[in-house]
């Protein structure tokens, strides 16, 4: 009977909700059937009646709610509707949980780790001296037919060759190893699962509740660095028939590509919406081994510099002031 009026509730909530409700984004913290404490701090959510579930849920959209976890939750509720966070709060409190090994295994492991943590180096193995020799086609006599590609099988034959088998599994968010920059502020690799947290949308992104500057510190998260906050992009508009970028005429006051030093950028409070795209930059690390070795070296300038980004400070490094600042420009450019 009670299984009953459970998917009866169920499909009544779900009738009036503004889009079809999951919480299958909330087990990655919280468990498969909500048994674990999110980044070792939160209640367990499935000792918790659906009241008690709905109203901190609702005190996190208002504000009102939370401790540790606070920053990170309103990120999370802040877009739902009312109706989103009832049906939602009851699938959370029915215990019927979200049938899949890897979220148990992600909520397990979602420990919070220190912060600065330890670091993999991703040019390890891929930069190895004795892999770059021994692939180095110039000081061979002859070479393979095999050695010219990076399939490395028989060209005549595909019995043998098949795509790189990739591996995307991760420890949880919290417990994983860090990766050292490829190279001077580069954007970090993802060094977590990024199980239920994709796909990144401007109105879904999982990655703002750890790693907003606020919460950070808190979760042991790399903080999201005051580049992204930041609008880079010169001010463009329109007057008459007439280009205006920076408040001058484009192809006549002002060249449409130059080298110029960025002056006008505009840091604002809350994250631009040019960057709202994560994995456009970076991506989750799979367990393959390059098709090729690695010859590049990164000068990092700073043993700091391979866990931290200090692009902020150095945008206009490499501009050639006087130039930029001299430059005549030719009528329609």
Not at 80 to 97: F, H, P, R, V, Y
Not at 250 to 261: C, E, Q
Request: charged share 25%; with cysteine.
């Amino acid at each position: 009977m009670k299984k009953i009026i459970t998917t009866v509730a169920l499909g009544a909530l779900f009738a009036t909700s503004s889009y079809a409700v999951s919480v299958a984004g909330c087990t990655g913290c919280h468990g498969q059937y909500f048994e674990k404490a999110a980044m070792g701090k939160s209640k367990i959510v499935k000792d918790m009646s659906y009241e008690e579930i709905k109203d901190a849920m609702m005190g996190y959209k208002n504000g009102t709610y939370g401790d540790t976890l606070k920053g990170v939750m309103e990120a999370q509720v802040k877009h739902l509707s009312d109706e989103d966070i009832e049906a939602k709060s009851l699938l959370m409190s029915t215990q019927i949980g979200v049938p899949t090994q890897a979220a148990t295994e992600h909520a397990a492991a979602a420990a919070v780790a220190a912060s600065g943590g330890s670091y993999v180096n991703l040019n390890e193995g891929a930069s190895d001296d004795l892999r770059i020799q021994k692939e180095d086609l110039n000081s061979k006599k002859s070479v393979s037919e095999e050695s010219l590609g990076l399939r490395k099988t028989d060209l005549y034959s595909e019995e043998k060759t098949h795509d790189s088998q990739t591996d995307y599994d991760r420890p949880a968010p919290g417990a994983s190893k860090k990766f050292e920059r490829a190279f001077k502020d580069a954007p970090p690799m993802i060094p977590h699962s990024v199980e239920g947290l994709l796909p990144v949308t401007k109105m879904n992104n999982q990655c703002l509740g750890c790693h907003m500057p606020e919460v950070a510190s808190s979760v042991g998260s790399t903080a999201i660095p005051p580049t992204h906050f930041t609008n880079y992009r010169p001010e463009t508009t329109m007057k008459g028939d007439m280009v205006l970028k920076e408040g001058q005429v484009l192809g006549s006051m002002m060249a449409n590509t130059s080298d110029v030093v960025i002056a006008d950028a505009q840091q604002g409070d809350t994250l631009y919406q040019g960057r709202f795209n994560c994995t456009q930059c970076h991506a989750p690390q799979s367990k393959v081994e390059a098709s090729v070795a690695n010859t590049f070296r990164p000068d990092y300038g700073d043993d700091a510099d391979k866990a931290h980004s200090s692009l902020m400070d150095h945008m206009n490094d490499g501009i050639d002031y006087e130039v930029s600042e001299s430059a005549p420009f030719m009528e329609g450019q």
